[in-house]
């Protein structure tokens, strides 16, 4: 009787341990699944947060390759005014217009009229291009700022004297495009390299 009672035993204890081996409890299992269930929400919210940043480093990019257009357009239609007889140029603080080879819509090379206008609209200042009798164009915007055009020609005695003609033929040799803002002062200085000032015809240097 001994004997078998030890052998019943035994058998027992040993099939608690292979079922302990081969199976896992009710609260292991829970475990298991909490432990998951964390691991699973961490992930979700770090790559929220990594996609956040992606979101946050591609709106600063695309500004940045915003502001170099805008400030390459401004450049080059400005660098590329011409002097042309019958055109009369304006250059005041907050609007220039006259003739460019250099426009941002019409084909390169081809003399066309444009205009640079700086614009408030309630707190934000625009700085805004128009071509021939185009809608106007809106190219770069700045909050809580101030503006203006600036105008220089260039002399042997002094390189920044002012240009006082606001209507007229001549050009000034340098254009500054001044914007003061809570972030500081931006100053987007091009320089006018062509001819200033309209060719007179043989006739009118005989006269």
Same mark, same amino acid.
């Given at each position: 009787?001994k004997?078998?009672?030890?052998?019943?035993?035994?058998?027992?204890?040993?099939?608690r341990s292979?079922?302990?081996?081969?199976g896992?409890?009710?609260?292991?299992?829970?475990?298991? #699944? &909490?432990?998951?269930?964390?691991?699973?929400? =961490? @992930?979700? !919210?770090?790559?929220?947060h990594? %996609?956040? +940043?992606?979101?946050?480093?591609?709106?600063?990019?695309m500004l940045?390759?915003r502001?170099?257009l805008?400030?390459?357009?401004?450049?080059?239609?400005v660098?590329?005014?011409?002097?042309?007889?019958g055109?009369?140029?304006?250059?005041?603080p907050?609007?220039l217009?006259?003739?460019?080879h250099?426009?941002?819509?019409?084909?390169?090379?081809?003399?066309?009229?444009?205009?640079?206008q #700086? &614009?408030?609209?309630?707190?934000?200042?625009n =700085? @805004?291009? !128009?071509?021939?009798?185009?809608? %106007?164009? +809106?190219?770069?915007?700045w909050?809580?700022a101030?503006?203006?055009?600036?105008?220089?020609?260039?002399?042997?005695?002094?390189?920044?004297?002012?240009?006082?003609?606001?209507?007229g033929?001549?050009?000034?040799?340098?254009?500054?495009?001044?914007?003061?803002?809570?972030?500081?002062?931006?100053r987007?200085?091009?320089?006018?390299?062509?001819?200033?000032?309209?060719?007179?015809?043989f006739?009118?240097?005989?006269?």
């Amino acid at each position: 009787m001994k004997l078998v009672w030890w052998v019943t035993e035994k058998s027992e204890t040993m099939t608690r341990s292979n079922n302990r081996v081969n199976g896992f409890s009710l609260l292991e299992l829970l475990v298991v #699944l &909490v432990i998951i269930t964390l691991v699973t929400t =961490l @992930v979700i !919210q770090g790559g929220g947060h990594l %996609l956040s +940043i992606r979101e946050r480093l591609l709106s600063v990019e695309m500004l940045s390759q915003r502001k170099l257009l805008a400030n390459h357009w401004w450049r080059a239609s400005v660098s590329g005014m011409f002097p042309d007889k019958g055109v009369d140029f304006q250059f005041e603080p907050h609007r220039l217009a006259g003739m460019t080879h250099s426009s941002l819509m019409s084909e390169e090379g081809k003399l066309v009229s444009f205009q640079w206008q #700086l &614009v408030s609209e309630r707190s934000t200042l625009n =700085l @805004v291009y !128009q071509e021939k009798e185009q809608d %106007l164009w +809106i190219v770069r915007s700045w909050k809580d700022a101030q503006g203006e055009f600036r105008y220089y020609q260039s002399t042997e005695q002094d390189l920044s004297q002012p240009f006082e003609s606001k209507h007229g033929q001549t050009l000034p040799s340098r254009v500054e495009l001044i914007i003061r803002s809570p972030r500081g002062e931006e100053r987007i200085v091009t320089i006018v390299p062509g001819r200033l000032s309209p060719r007179r015809n043989f006739r009118q240097m005989d006269g």
